[in-house]
């Protein structure tokens, strides 16, 4: 069994130390058969110490973000919420290409419901990506080592991601409404006329409040939470209710 002498040890760790984190664990699958732990143990040490290193850096970052304010107008952030919204689109696209029937689902493809579908996946995409804000998450699905994004810095996405869930289906379900020619709600139920008014309302008040969370139309107007969408679409539905109930 091959033994290393204390100073070539000794040199061994000095290079050890001059290398980065990606060239430290291509260094442990050359010496993880060595006959001896050493060198293995004195790589496996660096690269943890390194890790940590690392991990208190971001965490340090993501404490910094998460007290910075939005920069305005957002528009890496407005990026990346187009993103979510053409990866619902990409997703659903996909699967109707690459499914057994799909070009007879492409020949009876019914736009109100495709609307009625994709109306609920930004809403999944969103809290999907916010899962990267929580330590579990973050530590066993996006998983550091290996994760696309070394670091999310979205302040919409920590502060406005129920309301721009609720924005999302709003809009999805405007186009739906305009497609069916019929609105399903919670108080009310109707077609023609009334349909193509609260269609309208809900896609209006949700393009806007989009538009201002990324690019302020009125600053002071941006509820993180979409309460204020929520009442508007349920007294909007009370009215036309009323109106043609």
Partial sequence: MAQFTEEELQIY?????????????????DVINDPTPDRPNIVKTRIRILENREKRYNNVKRKIAAKQKQPLPDKDGFKHFLF???????????EIFFSRDGFSLITKFNLGR???????????GIFGWYTYYIPFFRRNVWDEKKQFFKDIP?????????????????FFF??????????????????????Y???????????????????????????????????FAAALEQIISKAFG
């Fill in 13 to 29: 760790k000095a290079k050890i130390r001059r290398m980065p984190l990606p060239k430290l664990r291509d260094e442990l699958l």
């Fill in 197 to 231: 008014i609260i269609a309208t309302g809900y896609l209006i008040s949700s393009t806007l409040y989009i538009i201002n969370v990324f690019f302020p139309i009125i600053k002071k107007f941006r509820p993180n939470y979409g309460i204020t969408l929520i009442a």
């Fill in 84 to 94: 979510i919204i053409a990866a619902t689109f990409a997703y659903i696209l996909i």
């Fill in 174 to 195: 405007s186009l739906e409404i305009f497609s069916t020619k019929t609105y399903n709600g919670v108080f009310y139920s109707g077609n023609g006329l009334p349909a």
């Fill in 114 to 124: 495709f609307f009625g579908t994709v109306k609920y996946f930004p809403t999944i």
């Fill in 154 to 170: 979205e302040f919409w996405l920590r502060n406005f991601k129920i309301a721009l869930s609720f924005a999302s289906f709003l």
